[in-house]
């Protein structure tokens, strides 16, 4: 077990009722929840790993890849689909070879989507990092990408 996992693991109890919050931890500490973790996580709670994938899965929260240095989320909230949404996602997903959810071979991006970004005005929407691009299309979406290493 790598040792930060064991600093995290020993703040907590063994009580499977700790499982949330020692997921919640880890993922604070590294951004995602590596098969590792969950291998520590599951002996140390003495839970099977299956069961840990089980009970995270209906927690949003958590995510089990590892984090981009970018992060592309895609609205597919009920405006943003009807403008076009879906088409960009399907753009996203062939041109850097991802599913939703994962993260390119190079690390340099992650791709999600979201159900809505609160600002339908303006869809479809993509947000890059911090960053809401409006009224967005396909070759500006190319165009856009380049400029994140
Ligand atoms: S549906 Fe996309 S911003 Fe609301």
Same mark, same amino acid.
């Given at each position: 077990?790598?040792?930060?996992?064991?600093?995290?693991?020993?703040?907590?109890s063994r009580?499977?009722?700790?499982?949330?919050?020692?997921?919640?931890?880890?993922?604070?500490?590294?951004?995602?929840?590596?098969?590792e973790?969950?291998k520590?996580?599951? #002996?140390?709670?003495?839970i099977? /790993?299956?069961t840990?994938?089980g009970?995270?899965?209906?927690?949003?929260?958590?995510?089990?890849?590892?984090?981009?240095?970018?992060?592309?989320?895609?609205?597919?909230?009920? *405006?943003?689909?009807?403008?076009g949404? *879906?088409?960009?996602?399907?753009?996203l997903?062939?041109?850097?070879?991802?599913?939703?959810?994962?993260?390119?071979?190079?690390?340099?991006?992650g791709?999600?989507?979201? *159900?809505?970004?609160?600002?339908?005005a303006?869809?479809?929407?993509?947000?890059?990092? #911090?960053?809401?691009?409006?009224?967005?299309?396909?070759?500006?979406?190319? /165009?856009?990408?380049? /400029?994140?290493?």
């Open positions: 077990m790598p040792e930060p996992i064991r600093t995290i693991l020993e703040k907590h009580e499977p009722d700790e499982l949330i919050p020692i997921l919640q931890d880890v993922q604070k500490e590294y951004g995602y929840i590596s098969a973790s969950v520590g996580i599951s #002996k140390y709670l003495r099977s /790993e299956n840990i994938y009970v995270s899965s209906f927690y949003a929260q958590f995510r089990f890849t590892e984090p981009g240095r970018h992060s592309v989320k895609v609205c597919l909230g009920t *405006a943003c689909h009807v403008r949404g *879906a088409t960009l996602l399907e753009m997903e062939r041109g850097l070879g991802v599913h939703c959810g994962e993260t390119t071979e190079d690390k340099r991006f791709l999600e989507r979201v *159900a809505c970004l609160g600002c339908c303006l869809s479809p929407v993509v947000q890059i990092d #911090k960053e809401i691009f409006s009224r967005m299309t396909v070759n500006r979406l190319t /165009e856009q990408l380049k /400029e994140y290493e």
